[in-house]
């Protein structure tokens, strides 16, 4: 939609295509192409979500992310609370030094994100403000974080998981005291301060039939009609093995945006299994990854696909579902699991 999307495309593909120069001292099979070279040649972001932490840290995770991956997400380093702790305090450390390894490994970088109704911090929570004031704040928080990264951010979460499962607006400090209309001022303002990067709404559990999803396309429908900046919808992609997505009702997700004009992406992709988990249920969540990756490639919008962590080392999702885990391509160890042989076979397959 936009017209600055050429340029974006540009600085995308130049992301995608260049090899990487990972840390020294790691070999690879030879007989295996890492994911990264595949999904260049396909034209596909292949990411993960990243933590600066573990960036800093451990070698192996940085040789892993730059061999098998073009794109990475901060996980939690753009988040409201981490980039901007107090009202006249921004901490761009973290997030920079993730953006700064992405560049000098030719990756292209999605930011995560800009409106949130979680981590915000309490100096913007605990407070009554106006609307102007907060729309003011919104406004300053938008603008900074935007100018700050432009021409390094390709795609930006402009508006995270703004919907609840019964398809209302969801309660959060920015729907009561701004009103529906945050969202739409959100996009605009991060238009204005990068008109060539590209702006997503982001939400999970759309992927199937059901009230939220209908909320969403309705959402994403209205901000098209009413001129909104908005290039693309994101679907999270968190499914746990025992429930997986049809394959079908995923690819027709991902086409009902694509039908409105929009780009769609995978933003987050896991696959949650009980744990101890054993190897046929390895195999089931490979069989998940592949249907989630093949229904990507299927729709010719849907160029951006990224993983949410790249080792059961560090997930979320023990923390966030206990007792079940071991979500990611990689294993503790960093072994490329079933799903990775999946992920590279679906990838090797693709034509071109
Ligand atoms: C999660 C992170 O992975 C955790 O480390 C953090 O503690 C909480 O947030 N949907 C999103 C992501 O959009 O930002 C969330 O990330 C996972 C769900």
């Known amino acids: 939609m936009l017209g600055a999307g050429a340029l974006a495309g540009a600085v995308l593909l130049a992301a995608c295509s260049s090899g990487s120069s990972p840390d020294a001292g790691h070999s690879r099979s030879p007989a295996v192409a890492p994911l990264r070279e595949s999904a260049s040649r396909r034209g596909l972001r292949f990411g993960a979500a990243v933590t600066s932490d573990l960036l800093a840290k451990d070698s192996q995770y940085r040789h892993t992310l730059a061999t098998e991956y073009n794109a990475v997400t901060p996980e939690n380093a753009m988040k409201w609370d981490a980039i901007h702790p107090a009202r006249d305090r921004y901490d761009f450390g973290p997030a920079d030094a993730i953006v700064n390894f992405a560049r000098a490994h030719h990756m292209a970088v999605r930011g995560h994100n800009l409106v949130w109704y979680r981590e915000v911090p309490s100096w913007v929570t605990d407070h009554h403000w106006t609307r102007r004031e907060l729309e003011q704040i919104l406004h300053d928080h938008i603008r900074t974080v935007v100018r700050h990264y432009r021409g390094k951010v390709a795609q930006w979460d402009v508006v995270n998981e703004a919907v609840d499962k019964d398809g209302k607006l969801r309660d959060s400090i920015w729907s009561k005291v701004i009103g529906p209309t945050y969202i739409e001022l959100a996009f605009r303002w991060a238009h204005e301060e990068d008109p060539s990067a590209k702006l997503y709404y982001n939400d999970y559990d759309i992927e199937s039939p059901g009230p939220k999803a209908s909320a969403v396309t309705k959402l994403v429908r209205g901000l098209r009609a009413r001129g909104v900046p908005i290039d693309g919808v994101g679907i999270q992609g968190h499914e746990v093995a025992s429930h997986p997505p049809s394959p079908h009702q995923f690819e027709s997700a991902l086409r009902t945006y694509a039908a409105m004009g929009l780009d769609v992406a995978v933003t987050e992709a896991d696959v949650a299994l009980s744990l101890p988990a054993n190897e ?73």
């Open 280 to 352: 046929h249920e390895r195999q089931v969540q490979a069989a998940i990854y592949d249907h989630m990756l093949r229904a990507c490639l299927a729709v010719s919008r849907c160029r951006t696909f990224v993983t949410w962590g790249l080792t059961d080392r560090s997930s979320w999702v023990p923390a966030a579902n206990p007792g079940t885990g071991d979500a990611l391509p990689f294993d503790r160890d960093y072994h490329p699991k079933p799903a990775l042989g999946a992920l590279r076979t679906v990838l090797a397959r693709a034509r071109h």
